[in-house]
């Protein structure tokens, strides 16, 4: 048996968050002076904390130093043409992704398992990387 989760647009959440902030107002409308001001606040907290929570974080991809820079050398493990990644075996035997963007002087239907080729690591959001990779 799976479990199903549920995941919200970010507009449902901007609907659920509304809700639940006129929800919150009229459960407090019976304290005495208890005013449209509170209403209103509460539902510009609703969206700013939507809009916060649907705010993405973009992680600029870093350079690993010293070992793996400029002059890493390995082989295609493999590489799918039709998708346009693979993975490369370096000489110190890491795997490191490929996407066929970052391949120089080859087209994704000339890189072959096997090729040895040059490269650059950069650790991104979704781990190492190979950049500025050239055919030896």
């Known amino acids: 048996m799976s479990s199903s989760s549920l995941h919200l647009t970010a507009t449902g959440k901007m ?10 107002y009229f459960a407090l409308t019976f304290l005495p002076a208890f005013s449209y001001n509170w209403l209103v606040g509460l539902l510009v907290v609703a969206i700013v904390a ?32 039709t998708k346009g990644f693979g993975f490369i075996t370096g000489d110190d035997g890491n ?21 040895r080729v040059a490269y650059r690591v950069t650790e991104t959001e ?11």
């Open 50 to 81: 939507t809009l916060i929570g649907n705010a993405s974080i973009t992680v600029p991809a870093t350079v690993i130093p010293a070992g793996t820079g400029t002059g890493t050398k390995g082989s295609i493990k493999w590489f799918n043409a």
């Open 95 to 115: 795997e490191v992704f490929v996407h066929f963007r970052n391949v120089e002087q080859l087209s994704k239907r000339e890189i072959k398992p096997g090729q």
């Open 15 to 24: 609907v659920f968050n509304v809700a639940l902030a006129i929800a919150v």
């Open 126 to 136: 979704r781990g190492p990387q190979a950049e500025d990779v050239s055919p030896l």
